[in-house]
């Protein structure tokens, strides 16, 4: 299965064994990682799942829909142009080794 890596805002990492289908935010809370609220569940309705794409990958990424490009404007943290919503990126074969970072906050 692919790993992906979250890098929390202090600098420590969390390495991440995806399970089959699952997007980057179900990952992070079946783990239990702190820093990924997901309030709607992955419903792309809350921007509790905000993560900053490290630049390496960020072309491997799909693009992204009208509804997450309109929920990052209303992210708890500034949003940059890597910013993603953590629960629109299945993890695929594709993205094994995806570093993605964590934003200072998420509410
Ligand atoms: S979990 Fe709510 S927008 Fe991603």
Redesign the pocket.
Known sequence: MPAITFIHPDGKSDRVETGDGESA?QAATRHGLDGIL????????????HVYVDDGSLALLPAMADDEDA?LDGTASERRPNSR????IKITPALDGLVLRLPERQV
């Open positions: 935010m997901a309030e709607c569940g992955g419903n792309a309705m809350c921007a509790t799942c929920l919503l953590s629960c629109q």
